[in-house]
């Protein structure tokens, strides 16, 4: 999603979505944003959809047609504010792109099944090389090592039913606090084949 403010970048990559991109110039953001359904806005939860839709609010043109005032008074100063001006597209949050990096991770999102020990250890090395890589480019020590593991819940098929998918699993983690921090691949390694 692109275009001139986060909110707006924020709606168009649900435009874009699955495969693409979705660029919103400026003048378009009006004929954008009318159709567009309030619990897509950021900030729309649950409960202020409901309290929305019970005032006749199904999307961002219908919020347009109330003044400021009108949804201060019924959703709060604050948030009436942020319906106001989301509605129509303002957005003054800053983009900030020097913060801090606080985690380095390389991650495999799809269903490997071990054989034995060997391979897991196999992949953790390699992903340990991957950390290595990415902190050395980043700067930074690992202080604190974390695995993460999908394990196959039981009674769960052994093929996943998607190709290459995990299947039914169980979300696992554990984590280890460095007493020297580092970015050696071999000692993170050996850490996490211990986790």
């Known amino acids: 999603g692109i275009s001139h403010n986060m909110l707006l970048a924020r709606m168009c990559t649900r435009v874009a979505k699955p495969n693409g991109q979705f660029r919103l110039s400026p003048d378009r953001v009006d004929e ?4 567009q359904k309030v ?12 309290r929305l839709q019970e005032m006749g609010l199904q999307t961002c043109g219908d919020v347009r047609a109330l ?4 949804l201060q008074s019924e959703c709060g100063m604050k948030t009436g ?3 106001h ?9 800053e983009l900030k792109i020097d913060a801090e990096r606080k985690s ?3 991650d495999i999102n799809f269903g490997i099944r071990f054989s034995d020990i060997s391979e897991a250890e196999s992949l953790i090395a390699d992903l340990a090389t991957e950390v290595e890589k990415r902190a050395e480019e980043a700067r ?3 202080g604190t090592v974390t695995l993460k593991l999908k394990i196959r819940r039981p009674g769960a098929p052994v093929e996943a039913r998607k190709y290459l998918g995990h299947g039914s699993c169980d979300n696992t983690s554990r984590s280890c606090t460095l007493l020297q921090p580092t970015r050696s691949s071999s000692e993170i390694a050996r850490i996490a084949g211990k986790l």
């Open 39 to 50: 619990q897509n806005l950021p900030g729309v939860g649950y409960s202020l959809t409901r």
């Open 81 to 83: 504010r942020m319906l």
């Open 32 to 35: 954008f944003l009318a159709p």
């Open 104 to 106: 380095v991770s390389a």
């Open 67 to 70: 003044t400021l005032g009108k």
């Open 85 to 93: 001006d989301y509605a129509r597209g303002i957005d003054g949050r």
């Open 140 to 142: 930074v020590l690992a």
